[in-house]
Every structure is written in C-alpha cells, then in structure tokens.
C-alpha cells in the first residue's frame, strides 16, 4: 500500500548527470540566475552595484535577458509595469544600501497596485550582519526593516543552499492573490563565493488560488438576483485576475450598471450601455452608486480616489469581493469575500438568477449625460481636446502608462481605455516619475505594440536619464510631455487653498534638444498637431519624444462643501 508521504520524487538520468558534473565556474549568483530561468523568468530588471556583482557576472551564463536602468527607483517601475502587463513575477536585481533604498519609492506603488516584483538585494558580507556597526560600505544596521513595511513577505539567505528555496518562496508570495512585490537579500560573500551546490534545474512555486467560500457567494448570489437596483464597482482587482469577461457576464445577467475605479481602467467595456466608465469624482456617479440597494465591488478597497475622497456613503447593502484581506470591509461594512475576483465571480455566474431590468441602461444614460453637462459648463475644451487626440492618436490595444499630471487625472476619469489591461498609473501609491520607465518595462514584455508614456514636465525630470535605457535597449516608447513650467496640479491645489503657489515652479530645460542628445526624436507639437505627430511617433519603431507646452486646467470637484 502506498501513502502520500511515501511518494517521491526521482531525479531524471539528465538531473543525476548535472548534479554530478556541474559547469565550472559557478558562484552563488549562478543560483540566482539558475533559479529564476527554473520558475520560468525571461527578463529581469536592474542596476549592478558593488556587493551585487556575483549576480551580475552570473547574467553572462545565462540565457536570461537584462534591461538596465539609470536608476534603482525606474528599475522598479519598469519591473512593475513588466509584472502587470505579463501576470509574471518580474524579477529586480539591486544592490546593498543605497541601491535597494532608491527602489522603495516604486516598490511601495507595486504594493499599491498589486503588481508582482521580484526585487532580489545583496548584502554587506555576512561578518557584517547582526546590527553592530562594522564600518562596511552601504551597511545598515537592518535592511530587511527599510522593506517589510513595503512588500509583501521578506525572505533572508544566508547560505547558498538557502537561494533556490527562498527565491521560490517569493515567487510563489508574489504570484499569490494578491499579487504584489516581495524582498530577497544575500550577502554579498555569499554571492561571490564558488559554489559546490548542484545547478538549479526544476523548480515548483505554483501559487494557491484564493478560492470564496460556498455559503458567501450563494448569498451574494441571492441579494443580487433579488435586489431592485444592483449596481457594481469593478476595481484593479478585475484586470489582474482577468476576470473582465466574467464581470461583463454577470452585468449582464443582471442587468447591472458598473463604474470602473481608476486602477480598473479596461474592466468592463467602456461604450457597453451598462458603463458608467470612470466618473468616480463626480457626484452624479456618486449619487448613483449610493442608491443600490446592492452594491457588488469586486477587487477594490473603496479607497480615497475610489470613494470620491470618502464622501461615498452607500445607503444599500455592500458585497466586497477582495483579495487582499487587509482592503476588506475597510472603509465600510460588507458581505465580505475574501477571494480572487475571477473566482468569486465564477462562482456568481454559477448561481445568480436572470435579472431582467429594461430602465438599467437609460438610467446610465442619465448619468452620464448630467457628467457631461456639468464637465461641458466648465469651459474646459483645451483639455478634452487634448486627450481626445491622444485617444485617436493611440491604436486601440496599445498599452499607456500615465505619470501623476493633469491629463492623467483627466484620464483617470474620461479615457476610453480600449482594452482590458492596457491603462496604468501610478495611482496607487501616487509617486511621481512612474510613467515613462513604466512604459520601458512594458516594452519589454511586449514589442509587438507601441507603449505610450504621459508625463509631465516635473515627473518628466524624474526619470530623464531612462532616455538612454531607451535608446540603448531601442524600446518602442514614445513619450508625451506636458510642459507647463511646474508641478501644475500642486500649483492649482495651493492656489485654490491659499491664493497663490508656492515652490512649484521650474525651470527646465528644452526637451526636444535633450532628447536629442541622447539619440532620441524629439518633436515640439501643439494642440493642433498633436494628433498627427503623436500618432506619427507611434508609428515609427523605437523611442521617440513629443513635447506639448501646455497649461492644462482640471475639471471641478464635487467632494468639496
């Protein structure tokens, strides 16, 4: 009789032969890189530094491919855009110290936004370790402690044989619902030392599924199928899952109205009669969405810019369906799931009832016809002008990464994303300087269709050394910079508070001839050409660069008074 326990198994003729006769050469980092090709990583992401070089010098003997960045923080953006455009743990190599601590800025928006990094840190050798002050080079007294507050799950080496099992375990952390960055770190003698440890040659770290418990959903199920004016927010949650096409079934089904929040830009088809697309700072929509006497929200937290700065108050009955247990019933009571969305949803569409409702999509109509009334009385056609033309200018199923500006908070609400998972900002944790290495790291996971960056002229100056990654890795970006001379939405938020702005002006220097210099086409538009050149930059293979000076005001807002 045999038992699970008793179960084993056996290596391969071809596994006995590696371990036998590894390739000479192989120090700590090849298990690194061994481990990562064994998951099932292509790509990885990074600066090299002084205590990380065993790692960078395992690169060569690998087949994985390396796209470096100038800086550690892009380095992390550009891995989170990797890691949300592909579903895959998108692996950061850094160094000690400094290195790792200019990442945390991007590795904070990653947790935010659920995207899945990988970020792998050498250590001051082990003699270092243990909080005494040894003097050595970008030594502090605890590194992980910089980061646990930031990632997902911290995992420590200290011996060889302790990296393939703990870089496993962060995978499978950061591929497990929900998705978000975790934190290795090995010494750097570790690293470098010869290595006596078998090659890395199979390698499991399957994540769990989230699955909802039964009784849960048969009750969502009944309050939905029985409810007189259901109503749904679909979050972040929905894209990363790929649970789009099961919202869009249940909607249906039910004949219910969904809004998308910012982050879940693409969940549900945006000209669908049931969309009330992303209106979520209007009141209008806000008004709407407080008269369900069920609300479904699938995969959002109801944070601030998902609660029109919480002035959302639901006067119905709230199903939160959330994988993040921490986001659950967090800013209000619910029948609260604690699921991956496209399983909960699955299990939805299993056991809600046919709801027929002919008035759903006229009373979206209403809606959105008194957002676009009240929009049309602010006198704001320079901006809707602009982003109307980026739209066109945009093929549909292109991805676009937006920088925190003006015309991304105008995007946030009014862009037609055309595509489930192809609209991403840094409003999760709100940093400025996401959009353009963001997009380098999204041309990398996918060449076969132009990336847009928007930016504008301060995040722009963030990351404006990543022009050379650009052009280095020849990666199909281009980049669209609203040049207004400042931090344009600070200078309205400190001009609306208290008359006048402060410390948000800039100079700055002239675009076009910068990226130039770095051997990039540059091209001054305006509102006018802005269709044609941005359209003809994204036509054109590699990266590019299309300068708008502008001065773009935002629309109203309703969560005030």
Do not use: C
Request: proline residues 7%.
């Amino acid at each position: 009789m045999t038992h699970d326990h008793d179960l084993v198994l056996r290596p391969s003729a071809a596994q006995t032969e590696a371990a036998l006769n590894p390739p000479p050469g192989r120090n700590g980092g090849d298990l690194v890189v061994e481990t990562l090709s064994g998951l099932g990583a292509t790509t990885v992401f990074g600066l090299p530094g002084q205590h990380a070089l065993g790692m960078f010098d395992a690169l060569r003997r690998s087949s994985l491919r390396y796209i470096g960045l100038r800086v550690e923080n892009n380095a992390g953006f550009a891995a989170d855009a990797y890691g949300r455009i592909t579903g895959e743990a998108a692996p950061l190599l850094l160094s000690t110290g400094p290195g790792a601590l200019t990442s945390l800025a991007a590795l904070q928006e990653a947790r935010a936004a659920s995207a899945p990094v990988l970020a792998i840190s050498s250590q001051v050798p082990t003699a270092g370790l243990g909080g005494g002050r040894h003097g050595y080079l970008h030594e502090l007294p605890d590194q992980q402690a910089s980061f646990r507050g930031v990632v997902k799950s911290v995992h420590t080496v200290r011996t060889q044989s302790q990296i393939p099992s703990a870089i496993a375990a962060a995978w499978e952390s950061a591929l497990t619902a929900p998705h978000g960055p975790v934190w290795v770190e090995i010494p750097q003698d570790v690293l470098l030392a010869e290595t006596a440890v078998p090659q890395v040659t199979a390698m499991d770290a399957t994540p769990e599924d989230l699955v909802p418990r039964p009784e849960l959903t048969a009750l969502a199920a009944h309050l939905l199928s029985s409810a007189a004016r259901p109503a749904i927010i679909a979050g972040g949650g929905v894209v990363r899952s790929d649970a789009s096409g099961k919202l869009k079934s249940l909607a249906e089904k039910l004949n219910a109205p969904v809004v998308t929040t910012f982050g879940g830009k693409g969940a549900f088809p945006w000209t669908h009669p049931l969309s009330l697309q992303s209106w979520l700072e209007d009141r209008h929509t806000t008004d709407f969405l407080e008269d369900a006497d069920v609300l479904l929200v699938v995969g959002s937290g109801l944070g601030e810019l998902s609660s029109n700065y919480h002035t959302f108050k639901p006067r119905g009955r709230v199903i939160q369906i959330e994988a993040d247990l921490g986001k659950l019933e967090s800013n209000h009571p619910a029948l609260g799931i604690h699921a991956d969305a496209r399983l909960a949803l699955s299990a939805l569409l299993e056991t809600v009832g046919e709801r027929p409702d002919p008035s759903a999509a006229g009373r979206v109509s209403t809606v959105l016809a008194r957002v676009a009334e009240r929009i049309a009385a602010q006198e704001l056609t320079l901006e809707q002008g602009v982003l109307a033309s980026v739209r066109r200018a945009l093929p549909a199923g292109a991805p676009s990464f937006w920088d925190m500006t003006i015309l991304a908070y105008w995007a946030w609400s009014a862009f037609d994303p055309r595509g489930k998972n192809t609209m991403h900002s840094a409003q999760g944790a709100g940093g400025l300087g996401y959009g353009f290495p963001a997009a380098l790291g999204a041309a990398a996971a996918d060449p076969t269709h132009p990336v847009l960056a928007v930016s504008g002229d301060g995040g722009a100056l963030y990351s404006i050394a990543e022009l050379a990654t650009a052009e280095q890795y020849g990666l199909n970006v281009t980049w669209l910079i609203v040049d207004d001379g400042g931090y344009g939405i600070l200078r309205e938020y400190m001009t609306d508070a208290f008359g006048q702005a402060t410390a948000t002006e800039l100079s700055r220097p002239d675009y076009v001839a910068l990226a130039e210099s770095f051997g990039v086409p540059g091209v001054l538009t305006t509102p006018g050409t802005l269709e044609e050149d941005l359209a003809k930059a994204l036509a054109t293979p590699g990266p590019s660069v299309v300068v708008l000076p502008a001065l773009l005001r935002m629309f109203a807002p309703t969560h005030l008074g």
